[in-house]
């Protein structure tokens, strides 16, 4: 079936460090998915963070950036400087871009930086 | 903007007992309208997908009987878990877009408590 995998669990970072968040997706089902990224800041809901549907090109939005690697199956997030404020829940997902727009999350994973 | 409100964003309901949640969309038209869960511990999993005009597509493991969903106009739907018991319990999430390919808005969740 479809499915995504993510860096599990709590990542901690200090302000002004690199992140690196991995994912890696598998669309049996999908010939090219859309993938995206979500956040999830404390007491929100959702938000898209960015998303890419093309193979080979990269995403970007508020420092972070994705690039879609179609032969490695992966849609890792990156940021060279993180801030406090980017402490939240990041989610990589996938969908085949139908008109009913399933979304196949990953498991999430907590980012928390320290000041 | 575009924004989707849920309510109640928690509730507490007794096993054995029914609980009804809405979703509202604002500032643009929900054409479709996908419920997801996340349980304790998990990811966000697609409880049903739902649009306009057309029969509501549950997910296995999720039913019409256990959760009946009402999308009656572009901006309402609705959710009832019914016989709610411990397993019913976490954030339900409702997801609106105006059509394919084009971006899923998020609320901020009803969170379920079982008791």
């Known amino acids: 079936g479809d499915s995504v995998t993510q860096t599990e669990g709590q990542v901690t970072v200090s302000e002004s460090k690199s992140l690196i968040i991995n994912c890696t997706y598998s669309?049996?089902?999908?010939?090219?998915?859309?993938l995206f990224w979500y956040v999830r800041y404390p007491g929100e809901g959702l938000q898209l963070l960015l998303k890419v549907i093309t193979a080979g090109q990269k995403g970007s939005s508020r420092g972070f950036e994705a690039t879609y690697n179609k032969e490695a199956t992966s849609f890792h997030l990156q940021k060279a400087s993180v801030q406090e404020s980017d402490s939240a829940v990041y989610y990589c997902?996938?969908?085949?871009?139908?008109?009913?727009?399933?979304?196949?999350f990953g498991a999430g994973t907590q980012l928390i930086v320290i000041p | 903007g575009a924004l989707v409100y849920q309510y109640p964003r928690r509730t507490i309901c007794k096993s054995g007992t029914s609980m009804r949640m809405e979703c509202q969309a604002v500032?643009?038209?929900?054409?479709?309208v996908a419920w997801y869960r996340q349980s304790p511990q998990k990811t966000f999993e697609l409880i049903a997908l739902s649009t306009v005009n057309s029969a509501i597509k549950y997910e296995q493991n999720f039913t019409q009987e256990k959760f009946p969903i009402s999308h009656p106009n572009l901006s309402f739907s609705s959710m009832t878990v019914l016989n709610a018991y411990l397993e019913d319990r976490g954030l339900y999430l409702c997801?609106?877009?105006?059509?394919?390919?084009?971006?899923?808005?998020f609320g901020k969740g009803t969170r379920l408590t079982v008791v």
């Open positions: 669309a049996t089902s999908i010939g090219y998915p859309n």
């Open positions: 997801g609106a877009r105006t059509g394919a390919n084009t971006e899923v808005f």
């Open positions: 997902a996938l969908s085949g871009g139908s008109a009913l727009g399933r979304l196949h």
């Open positions: 500032g643009f038209q929900a054409t479709s």
